[in-house]
């Protein structure tokens, strides 16, 4: 049987439509999955002597008796995908959502995103030991940031670009090749100088 040039486009096209939607069905299967089971520390390595804990089904990081730089880190690796998260500045409340990150001792390594008392770019995106910060929000935008109560931060990380959200507000958007080649697991930080606290919870991820 002669297939005709329109016939066989018309075929190609449906094998595509077919593909996509194989694609996104696939995608809608991986679904969303918390990181933080809201009892223990299942799941995360405490990486330093600064303090991490469960209390009332919220994970609390405190700045320990050393005052040094702490970091709460994922057991597994994630490359593509979308977190969401919420928390709590109580302290100074100087800390970040590190990602694709490696670590050894206290001494990290990937791109950090900002979370930050008032005026501090929180949701900008900092690379540790390296370039420092690559992007900030722009300062009207930092207004959105509450500092008595819970904020959402969203932050959406599609190879080689990361977009930040804040309580609904889009806050940065960078491409970097460096970010797009880094790999690792997700990390929450305490920064040094003690007389931090932070709370966190519902830390929810899909992956891609």
């Not at 096209?13 to 918390?34: A, E, P, R, Y």
């Not at 405490?46 to 709460?72: A, F, H, M, R």
């Not at 990937?110 to 770019?121: D, L, N, S």
Request: hydrophobic share 40%.
């Amino acid at each position: 049987m002669i297939v005709s040039e329109n016939a066989f486009k018309l075929m190609k096209f449906s094998i595509l439509i077919l593909m996509s939607f194989l694609t996104v069905k696939t995608w809608c299967q991986t679904g969303q999955q918390s990181l933080f089971n809201g009892k223990d520390l299942t799941g995360w390595v405490n990486n330093g002597t600064e303090l991490w804990y469960v209390e009332n089904g919220e994970l609390i990081c405190e700045s320990g008796p050393d005052k040094q730089y702490g970091y709460l880190s994922t057991t597994k690796s994630y490359y593509n995908f979308e977190l969401t998260l919420q928390f709590k500045l109580k302290a100074n409340g100087n800390s970040g959502v590190f990602i694709r990150s490696g670590i050894k001792g206290t001494t990290i390594s990937g791109w950090q995103v900002e979370v930050a008392p008032a005026g501090q770019h929180t949701a900008g995106i900092y690379e540790s030991y390296g370039r420092g910060w690559l992007i900030q929000p722009e300062p009207a935008d930092e207004k959105i940031l509450k500092t008595d109560d819970w904020n959402t931060m969203r932050v959406l990380a599609m190879n080689n670009e990361i977009t930040t959200w804040l309580n609904g507000v889009k806050m940065v958007n960078l491409t970097d090749e460096q970010i797009g080649k880094g790999s690792g697991f997700i990390a929450l930080q305490i920064h040094d100088g003690g007389g931090i606290k932070v709370k966190w919870k519902d830390i929810m991820i899909t992956e891609f």
